[in-house]
């Protein structure tokens, strides 16, 4: 066993509709910054949430009241390579927007292209199963889970997603899939509550301390769009990575966060948080009142839950977070 790793981990990275169009005008390295690769490319590990099929296939899951349906080429994938990502979450309410069969050409795509897949899959024994990635003698295991759409679930002999309804409570089979006992740390992660919100809901917050109870290393949320704060083992929202969103000049979808964690076997001893600002179909670091506005927004968000922010050379740090506390103590910061 090694005695850590660094991992990068994103929010949602939608590379269909305008970002879909931009690649048939771009290479796939111009989606990004030089200096939000360079930024990631110094993790072991990278993971984040791919919010839609990959695929040429499909036609639009037939819901009438459906608004948004993402599928990106099959040249995306190449966008995935350049930042280094070595797994994708499928488990979210964009991964059948083309159907079943764009379903598995993601899989099948991103598994050509050397990227793993967790929380879909062609049955629901295989969609729920997790992964373990290994890296210099570190292995962390990898649960994928969503609570919408029930009717994307993935069921005997029906490919679709890891459907968890976190509402009434969570149910045994992801705590069964977290008792690898050959796995140095657990990474579970959840799509999980509303868009749009500034905090994450009641029962977003009791799932995740479920999940740290029952043994989770690292919960890493994503789905509301935009970031929340920090408390104990749960980085509760990670927001947008890339996309071609309209902009809430309220709650600021258009800035957000990609975070550095360094991970140990009894949890993350280091966070980093590095400020991005999300152009059309473009992602680049933040700069000046954009970083402003982030690190106060970030900075208020974990303070509401107990958790003290430094900024340090650019980046927010939370050194030793709550995963140091007791029980009762990571009780007293949750809402």
């Known amino acids: 066993m090694s005695g850590g790793i660094r991992l990068a981990l994103a929010g949602d990275t939608m590379l269909g509709r305008g970002v879909a169009d931009a690649l048939s005008r771009e290479p796939p390295e111009a989606l990004f910054s030089d200096e939000v690769v360079d930024a990631l490319r110094g993790a072991d590990l990278f993971v984040l949430n791919l919010e839609c099929c990959v695929s040429d296939r499909g036609e639009r899951w037939p819901d009438p009241m459906k608004p948004f349906f ?15 990502v070595d797994c994708v979450t499928l488990a979210n309410n964009h991964a059948l927007d083309c159907g079943r069969v764009a379903l598995l050409d993601t899989i099948d795509l991103l598994s050509a292209a050397g990227v793993e897949t967790v929380g ?3 049955d629901v024994e295989q969609a729920r199963r997790p992964i373990i990635l290994e890296r210099n003698g570190f292995r962390l295991l990898i649960v994928g889970l969503t609570d919408h759409p029930v009717e994307y679930r993935a069921d005997v002999g029906v ?9 009434s409570g969570i149910p045994d089979w ?71 969103y309209a902009v809430d000049p309220r709650l600021r979808n258009d800035l957000g966060l990609v975070f ?4 140990t076997p009894r949890g993350p001893v280091r ?9 059309f179909c473009h992602t680049r670091l933040a700069r000046g009142e954009e970083t402003q506005w982030i690190g106060q927004r970030f900075v208020s968000a974990c303070a509401e839950l107990g958790t003290r922010v430094q900024a340090v050379d650019g980046r927010l740090v939370i050194e030793r977070p709550l995963s140091e506390l007791s ?6 910061h949750l809402p």
């Open 120 to 122: 879909a899959g062609p």
């Open 260 to 263: 550095l964690v360094d991970l």
């Open 327 to 332: 029980a009762s103590d990571r009780e007293s």
């Open 271 to 279: 966070i980093e948080a590095i400020p991005l600002a999300l152009d």
């Open 70 to 84: 993402f599928r990106a080429p099959p040249v995306a994938v190449d966008v995935l390579r350049h930042l280094g």
């Open 174 to 244: 992801v705590f069964d899939s977290m008792t690898e006992e050959n796995a140095d740390a657990i990474l579970v992660t959840p799509h999980w509550g509303p868009n749009m919100t500034r905090r994450p809901v009641p029962h977003v917050v009791r799932a995740g301390a479920a999940l740290v109870e029952r043994g989770a290393t690292l919960v890493a949320g994503h789905s509301a769009h935009v970031f929340h704060g920090v408390s104990a083992q749960v980085l509760y929202d990670m927001g947008d990575f890339i996309d071609d």
């Open 159 to 167: 490919p679709g997603v890891a459907y968890a309804d976190l509402r």
